[in-house]
């Protein structure tokens, strides 16, 4: 089976660093996924982990945890153009990818 | 980066009528493309996997009589909407992958009212 738990609403300030953690149970697990979406659009790719540890991309980086089951997304150097809703996804060795609730981020000045 | 298009970007149909869109990826070959649904404050659904050459596979709870599924080629996949109905109306979203790598490309979305 599939499931895939991460917070439903995150605030944060302007200029300062967020984490949004998600946790994972899959069959045949082959990586993890973390997309940005803004409300009303398809989601866009931000980073894709496979091997255990972090993974640094600008202002964010991805973590991996493949024993724990778990990730995080770090979001540095919040800017409000940052509130979204973030989804990772979990995708199987088949190919098919189980998407998280998402996390509501809220970046106020 | 891939892209990967959608057609039309937003319908509004009558109960009843058929609703067809297209995706397509633009700049690389998709063996196999996914299609999601996505309800207001939701997560993405699968639906379905588009296999190019082969009868899609549908998820569970997904009636493949009613979402119609054809891969004609590498680049294209259409999902068709049948006998549309008000519960339908949905954010319709189609990703591909690019070869060799797993990473998903996402076409933009059509958004599907039924009146």
């Known amino acids: 089976g599939q499931n895939i738990d991460q917070p439903t609403e995150m605030t944060a300030t302007e200029g300062a660093i967020v984490q949004i953690n998600c946790t994972y149970q899959t069959s045949g697990f082959n990586g993890l996924f973390w997309y940005q979406q803004h409300a009303g659009e398809a989601p866009t790719f931000l980073s894709y982990?496979?091997?255990?540890g972090l993974e640094e991309k600008g202002r964010f980086s991805s973590f991996l945890s493949r024993s724990k089951g778990y990730s995080y997304l770090l979001l540095k150097e919040l800017q409000m153009k940052d509130s979204a809703s973030y989804l990772c996804a979990a995708i199987t060795n088949a190919g098919k990818s189980t998407f998280g609730d998402g996390t509501t981020l809220t970046v106020k000045p | 980066g891939a892209v990967v298009s959608q057609h039309p970007s937003w319908v509004i149909c009558k109960s009843g009528t058929s609703v067809k869109i297209e995706c397509r990826s633009l700049?690389?070959?998709?063996?196999?493309m996914f299609w999601y649904r996505q309800f207001p404050k939701q997560s993405l659904m699968l639906m379905a996997t588009s296999n190019e050459g082969s009868k899609a596979t549908y998820e569970q709870g997904v009636e493949k009589d009613k979402f119609l599924i054809n891969h004609a080629s590498l680049t294209l996949s259409t999902l068709t909407v049948t006998s549309a109905h008000p519960e339908d109306s949905s954010f319709y979203i189609c990703?591909?992958?690019?070869?060799?790598?797993?990473?998903?490309?996402f076409g933009p979305g059509t958004r599907l009212t039924v009146l």
């Open positions: 990703s591909a992958h690019s070869g060799g790598t797993d990473t998903q490309y």
């Open positions: 700049d690389f070959q998709a063996t196999t």
């Open positions: 982990n496979v091997l255990d």
